[in-house]
């Protein structure tokens, strides 16, 4: 064909980075168009190009651990111009069980990140059993918290148990790796489960029931397609945060302006779905970091000053820290 024959002198890995792109573009587009005759012909190449990239496929033995890996990488967001999905994994993981034998237990870990979601969990959970006997530290842990998350997202251990037991058995190298996971987790989670995970604090997951955030979830996903989830990125990044307040012309922030940007930053980030215990849980996360705790102080002495204005619930707890005591306040 064409497309054999445009590419036969290339090396395989190039060959199947194009392949797959095509195979990306093509499975989106397949019934995409009013015309029938335009659907048929993708549908025709798409036949097409499956074939040699499963042909292809076949020598992926002679690629090395990396490489799958790097075929597997999700483009940046901006090729959403020219594609219909920046998740190039999607294409692979339909031929998992030919390829994941050809991926190390290092490397494997990577790939789970990229792949991460509810119609691939019983994936990731069955290849970390086939794995988990024989994997090492820091793998070995990073696993079991994979399955800790999948466990919990399952409904069948909604508590901080398992999540504790890792923690307590882990080495401070080990719980530094398996804290970056957790990090990296809590993209693809929502309510309870990715607070906990994004501040590492599973202690949340004991107080609340595992449905109770179903209203809260709709405003975070982690859906590697979109481009509105700036939202998500702030709240993950509270612990971390850098309350950029802007200054007035004179080069003062009055009072008043503190109050109303402080208002702003609790809606941007719907905190009006979340439970009082929730807030005050990601404001000790915050003021455990000094400069988090120096920007928080600012603001709450600002806001003490403005007379006469009505307060949120959200601002009273995050920034004012209403009602905190006996909850860890620092």
Request: aromatic letters at 10%.
């Amino acid at each position: 064909s064409i497309i054999s024959s445009g590419i036969k002198d290339l090396e395989l890995y190039e060959r199947l980075r194009i392949l797959s792109i095509l195979l990306l573009d093509l499975t989106y587009r397949d019934n995409d168009f009013s015309r029938k005759e335009l659907n048929q012909a993708v549908n025709k190449a798409l036949k097409t190009v499956t074939k040699i990239f499963n042909k292809e496929l076949k020598q992926i033995n002679k690629l090395s651990s990396l490489d799958i890996i790097s075929l597997m990488v999700p483009f940046e967001r901006a090729y959403l111009a020219l594609l219909p999905s920046i998740k190039i994994s999607d294409i692979f993981v339909k031929k998992w069980k030919y390829i994941s034998k050809y991926i190390n237990d290092t490397d494997i870990i990577v790939i789970f990140d990229y792949i991460f979601e509810d119609n691939t969990l019983e994936l990731i959970e069955k290849e970390i059993h086939r794995r988990n006997s024989k994997a090492i530290e820091p793998q070995k842990a990073i696993m079991d918290f994979y399955l800790a998350v999948i466990k919990y997202i399952q409904g069948e251990e909604i508590t901080s148990s398992r999540f504790d037991t890792i923690i307590d058995n882990a080495d401070m190298k080990t719980l530094q790796e398996v804290q970056a996971v957790s990090r990296k987790l809590a993209g693809h989670t929502s309510g309870a489960l990715q607070a906990a995970l994004a501040t590492f604090n599973f202690n949340v997951l004991n107080e609340y029931s595992h449905k109770m955030f179903d209203d809260y979830d709709d405003y975070y996903d982690n859906d590697y397609d979109d481009d509105d989830d700036d939202d998500y990125d702030t709240f993950l990044n509270l612990p971390n945060m850098d309350f950029d307040f802007d200054f007035n012309k004179s080069g003062i922030l009055s009072d008043e302006m503190f109050l109303q940007k402080a208002e702003h930053f609790v809606q941007s980030l719907h905190f009006n779905a979340l439970p009082d215990e929730m807030i005050k849980m990601l404001r000790n996360s915050i003021r455990s970091n000094h400069k988090g705790q120096k920007s928080l102080d600012v603001i709450c002495n600002a806001i003490k000053r403005v007379k006469n204005k009505e307060i949120s619930r959200e601002v009273k707890i995050f920034f004012l820290g209403t009602g905190t005591k006996g909850l860890g306040e620092k």
